[in-house]
């Protein structure tokens, strides 16, 4: 199985403010057709996840131009360059290169 | 618009055999590239990926639980149903549906809490 490695565990931040958020794969992401199926998602309390990016820097439809995503290979990067209210939750990163579909363990993002 | 939405018992007992149904629309599993998988989350933890069955009634499993799973699909209800065998506590979690377009889980249903407990 792929593993997938997300760090940190919590990130606190402040509004306004850019976030970070990394994800490392223990195989390279790239499938024989050449596309990378890494994607992101986004889980508000009580809510259940919603489609950010895919293919690592696609984002889905809806999703604000404030929402990032770039990388290549084993490592990639959620970047979201100023962070509101409505970003919080838990962000996960998901392989869909190779079954088992995997997901990261998440990334908590909360507000200072 | 997709939608998808989970159903099926809150609470059942150990030993006992699961079985979940997800309910549809905005597109149809008969489609070329259409695919529906099962993901689910223990509470306060990571999600995990159960099974995926697409159009062409091609079916994978997470390898850890293969032995208990089941997925099926009846294109003319709109509908994919997962059967997970001998349940147990540890089994306790949010299950979801949710569509695949390659590559992706595009669109989620809200979820069931299934509790198992005696």
């Known amino acids: 199985d792929i593993v997938m490695t997300q760090t940190p565990l919590s990130l606190p931040v402040t509004l306004g403010q850019p976030a970070s958020i990394s994800c490392t794969s223990s195989q390279s992401l790239v499938h024989s057709d050449g596309n990378t199926y890494l994607s992101w998602l986004h889980q508000r309390p009580g809510q259940p996840p919603r489609l950010l990016i895919y293919?690592?820097?696609n984002r889905f439809s809806g999703v604000p131009d404030r929402f990032s995503g770039s990388g290549a290979g084993t490592d990639f990067t959620l970047k979201v360059s100023r962070v509101e209210a409505e970003d919080v939750g838990v962000y996960y990163c998901m392989q869909a290169t190779q079954f088992p579909l995997t997901f990261g363990g998440g990334t908590k993002v909360e507000i200072k | 618009q997709i939608t998808l939405k989970e159903s099926g018992p809150t609470l059942v007992k150990p030993t006992q055999t699961l079985t979940l149904t997800c309910t549809f629309s905005g597109f149809s599993l008969s489609s070329n590239g259409m695919g529906v998988g099962w993901i689910r989350q223990p509470p306060g933890k990571a999600l995990e990926w159960l099974a995926l069955i697409y159009w062409s009634d091609d079916k994978r499993y997470s390898p850890s639980l293969k032995s208990r799973l089941t997925i099926t699909k009846d294109t003319s209800k709109n509908q994919v149903v997962l059967t997970m065998t001998n349940m147990d506590p540890v089994d306790t979690a949010t299950y979801y549906c949710a569509h695949r377009k390659p590559g992706m889980l595009d669109f989620w249903g809200q979820g069931t809490l299934v509790t198992v407990s005696s």
């Open positions: 293919e690592i820097s």
